[in-house]
């Protein structure tokens, strides 16, 4: 059983930066990729960037050059940087986990810009 926890969200003005962690524990040895999406109140849930083991990443192109993916192996533990925020990002941001034989998803963090 693996379990995600993220946390960092929060209410911040236009213009300002949080980061956002997704600490995994449990049965965790090796993940094939890290991913964090986000929902806004009456939308679906969206990608907003994702990291593969190999360190490749992807960005929704809404994020580019604002958001930075990263992940730390030994704290089994990933993370979103994301500075510029904008009122459009607010949402409940839930991390995602890929592993060789399963997927997880997490609780969400809710993430408020105000402008």
């Known amino acids: 059983q693996v379990q995600l926890v993220e946390s960092g969200g929060g209410l911040v003005q236009a213009g300002g930066s949080l980061r956002l962690s997704c600490a995994a524990s449990?049965?965790?040895?090796?993940?094939?990729?890290m991913g964090w999406y986000r929902q806004a109140p009456g939308k679906q849930r969206e990608l907003v960037a994702v990291?593969?083991?190999?360190?490749?990443?992807n960005y929704a192109d809404s994020v580019k050059g604002r958001f930075t993916i990263s992940g730390d192996n030994a704290k089994k533990t990933g993370y979103l940087q994301m500075n510029s925020l904008k009122a459009e990002d607010t949402g409940v941001y839930y991390c995602?986990?890929?592993?060789?034989?399963?997927?997880?998803w997490g609780q969400g963090t809710q993430v408020t810009v105000s402008s």
């Open positions: 449990g049965s965790v040895f090796r993940f094939n990729a």
């Open positions: 995602h986990a890929l592993l060789p034989t399963a997927s997880y």
């Open positions: 990291i593969t083991s190999g360190g490749i990443t």
